[in-house]
Every structure is written in C-alpha cells, then in structure tokens.
C-alpha cells in the first residue's frame, strides 16, 4: 500500500476527532437533538457499528446497508420498547424466515409480526442480513 495513502482508519480518526471537537469543544454549542450523517464518518455498517459504542452522546436510530435495505430503530406503541428492523423503500421488512413482509401500520402490527420481523438488537439485525440477505443480493436475487 501506498505510504501517503490514508486508510480507513485514519480517514475515521480525522472525522471522528473532528465530531469530538463539535460536540465537546467551547467553538460549538449545539442542541441536544443534532444529528449527524454516520455516512460521513464510517465507510461502512460494521466500522460503524464498532466505533458508536464510545461516543456515548451519538443514538444511532438507522444503519444503511448495500443494496436497497437499511436497519432501522422502531418503537411498540404498547410499551415504548425499542427494536430493530431491517426495512427497505417499499414499506416492507425483512422477517426471521427471510423472506420480505409488507409492514402494517403501527396499530395494525400484531405480537406474530413483532417476532418475525423485530430483533433485539442492531447487531442481531446486522448478523441475520449478513448471513441471510446479503450473499442473494451479491447473486443479483431478491430475499
């Protein structure tokens, strides 16, 4: 590799002392409700996903994916419990059984729906659309 070419990482580093300086530096004052486009810090998911955890003030509500699907924060209406779907444009969700569900609107979501198309956690998530979606999209196939 070329010694004058920056990698990933420094490129990460540059935006990410840069955001730090934003967010904690006397320049800047800015509301609690400032968002950031992710994008611009990480090149991709996973280098996301590794660098938020120790930027305690950044939440993380969506992870864009290759392809035409995003990993998205939701909220049940019932009981203000948070999860994570993975959604694309069309209104629809990718479920446990990997295939894609259309998504009914909030108060038309049953317990069934919220198991097959919710997870737990954005890595949970991540993991089942690396395993299960991503390798048929790197084959041209719809899940």
Excluded at 75 to 102: P, V, Y
Aim: glycine letters at 2%; hydrophobic letters at 30%.
């Amino acid at each position: 590799m070329n010694a004058n070419k920056k990698t990933h990482k420094d490129i990460l580093s540059e935006h990410l002392t840069r955001l730090d300086t934003i967010l904690n530096g006397s320049k800047f004052n800015l509301p609690d409700d400032t968002y950031f486009e992710i994008d611009r810090l990480c090149s991709n998911t996973q280098e996301a996903m590794a660098v938020l955890p120790v930027m305690p003030l950044v939440s993380i509500s969506r992870y864009d994916l290759p392809g035409d699907f995003w990993i998205e924060r939701t909220t049940k209406l019932e009981d203000a419990s948070e999860k994570w779907a993975i959604r694309n444009q069309f209104r629809q969700c990718i479920g446990k059984d990997g295939n894609i569900h259309d998504e009914p609107s909030p108060s038309n979501r049953t317990e069934e729906f919220f198991e097959q198309c919710r997870w737990s956690s954005v890595e949970e998530a991540y993991a089942f659309w690396d395993t299960n979606v991503k390798p048929k999209q790197n084959k041209n196939m719809r899940p």
